[in-house]
Protein backbone atom coordinates (compact mmCIF):
# COMPACT_ATOMS: atom_id res chain seq x y z
CA UNK A 1 0.00 0.00 0.00
CA UNK A 2 1.53 3.29 -1.05
CA UNK A 3 1.79 6.01 1.55
CA UNK A 4 2.77 10.08 1.01
CA UNK A 5 3.74 11.33 4.58
CA UNK A 6 4.14 15.08 4.94
CA UNK A 7 6.29 16.99 7.33
CA UNK A 8 7.68 20.48 8.00
CA UNK A 9 4.57 22.51 8.94
CA UNK A 10 3.67 24.76 11.61
CA UNK A 11 2.99 28.51 12.82
CA UNK A 12 5.27 31.15 11.72
CA UNK A 13 4.88 34.95 11.01
CA UNK A 14 4.02 36.56 7.81
CA UNK A 15 7.41 37.15 6.00
CA UNK A 16 8.86 34.00 7.45
CA UNK A 17 9.69 30.53 5.62
CA UNK A 18 8.81 27.06 5.81
CA UNK A 19 9.97 23.79 4.22
CA UNK A 20 7.57 20.68 3.50
CA UNK A 21 9.35 17.58 2.62
CA UNK A 22 6.96 15.06 1.79
CA UNK A 23 8.10 11.14 1.09
CA UNK A 24 6.21 8.14 -0.35
CA UNK A 25 6.35 4.34 0.82
CA UNK A 26 5.20 1.10 -0.20
CA UNK A 27 5.45 2.07 -3.82
CA UNK A 28 7.59 0.01 -6.62
CA UNK A 29 6.77 2.92 -8.97
CA UNK A 30 8.15 6.33 -9.64
CA UNK A 31 5.34 8.81 -9.78
CA UNK A 32 5.36 10.77 -13.31
CA UNK A 33 4.72 13.83 -11.31
CA UNK A 34 4.40 14.88 -7.74
CA UNK A 35 3.00 18.25 -6.19
CA UNK A 36 1.25 20.13 -3.04
CA UNK A 37 -2.14 21.22 -2.81
CA UNK A 38 -3.59 23.35 -0.20
CA UNK A 39 -6.97 23.17 1.34
CA UNK A 40 -7.71 26.89 3.11
CA UNK A 41 -10.86 27.03 5.69
CA UNK A 42 -13.80 27.13 3.86
CA UNK A 43 -12.61 26.79 0.51
CA UNK A 44 -11.46 24.13 -2.44
CA UNK A 45 -8.33 22.25 -2.57
CA UNK A 46 -6.02 23.91 -4.88
CA UNK A 47 -2.87 23.13 -6.55
CA UNK A 48 0.28 25.71 -5.31
CA UNK A 49 3.18 23.66 -6.92
CA UNK A 50 3.87 20.51 -9.48
CA UNK A 51 6.54 18.76 -10.53
CA UNK A 52 6.89 16.20 -13.69
CA UNK A 53 9.63 13.37 -13.90
CA UNK A 54 12.01 15.77 -16.34
CA UNK A 55 11.58 18.33 -14.00
CA UNK A 56 9.31 20.44 -15.75
CA UNK A 57 7.22 23.11 -12.70
CA UNK A 58 3.96 24.25 -12.60
CA UNK A 59 3.17 26.99 -10.18
CA UNK A 60 -0.18 28.45 -9.28
CA UNK A 61 0.10 32.24 -10.03
CA UNK A 62 -0.24 33.26 -5.86
CA UNK A 63 2.75 31.84 -5.05
CA UNK A 64 4.93 31.70 -7.67
CA UNK A 65 8.26 33.77 -7.35
CA UNK A 66 7.58 33.05 -3.74
CA UNK A 67 7.44 29.17 -3.09
CA UNK A 68 10.09 26.43 -5.18
CA UNK A 69 9.05 22.47 -5.43
CA UNK A 70 11.81 20.19 -5.89
CA UNK A 71 12.24 16.39 -5.88
CA UNK A 72 14.21 14.69 -3.75
CA UNK A 73 17.26 12.26 -4.76
CA UNK A 74 15.79 9.34 -2.96
CA UNK A 75 12.74 8.05 -4.82
CA UNK A 76 9.21 9.51 -4.28
CA UNK A 77 10.19 12.13 -2.18
CA UNK A 78 9.28 15.96 -2.93
CA UNK A 79 10.31 19.30 -1.04
CA UNK A 80 8.22 22.85 -1.13
CA UNK A 81 10.47 25.53 0.04
CA UNK A 82 8.28 28.40 1.00
CA UNK A 83 9.36 31.94 1.53
CA UNK A 84 7.65 35.30 2.25
CA UNK A 85 4.75 33.65 3.97
CA UNK A 86 1.31 35.30 4.06
CA UNK A 87 -1.32 34.72 5.89
CA UNK A 88 -3.50 33.86 2.74
CA UNK A 89 -1.23 31.22 3.03
CA UNK A 90 -2.39 29.49 6.07
CA UNK A 91 -3.86 25.90 5.21
CA UNK A 92 -3.52 22.53 4.70
CA UNK A 93 -0.83 21.07 2.81
CA UNK A 94 -1.43 18.38 1.11
CA UNK A 95 1.32 15.99 -0.76
CA UNK A 96 0.42 14.24 -4.19
CA UNK A 97 1.81 11.56 -6.50
CA UNK A 98 0.58 10.47 -9.07
CA UNK A 99 1.54 7.62 -11.73
CA UNK A 100 1.80 6.79 -15.19
CA UNK A 101 -1.78 6.20 -15.24
CA UNK A 102 -2.59 9.26 -13.34
CA UNK A 103 -3.90 7.96 -10.61
CA UNK A 104 -3.07 9.98 -7.52
CA UNK A 105 -1.99 9.25 -4.40
CA UNK A 106 -2.38 11.48 -1.21
CA UNK A 107 -1.16 12.08 1.57
CA UNK A 108 -2.69 13.10 5.41
CA UNK A 109 -1.66 16.62 5.34
CA UNK A 110 0.20 19.45 7.38
CA UNK A 111 -0.83 22.70 8.88
CA UNK A 112 0.81 25.73 7.42
CA UNK A 113 -0.39 28.78 9.84
CA UNK A 114 0.75 32.19 8.84
CA UNK A 115 0.32 34.86 11.26
CA UNK A 116 -0.07 38.59 10.17
Known amino acids: QVQLVESGGGLVQAGGSLRLSCAAS????????MGWYRRAPGKQRELVAL???????NYADSVKGRFTISRGNAKNTVYLQMNSLKPEDTAVYYC??????????WGQGTQVTVSS
Open 26 to 33: GSIFSFNA
Open 51 to 57: IGRDGST
Open 96 to 105: MGRNSDYVPY
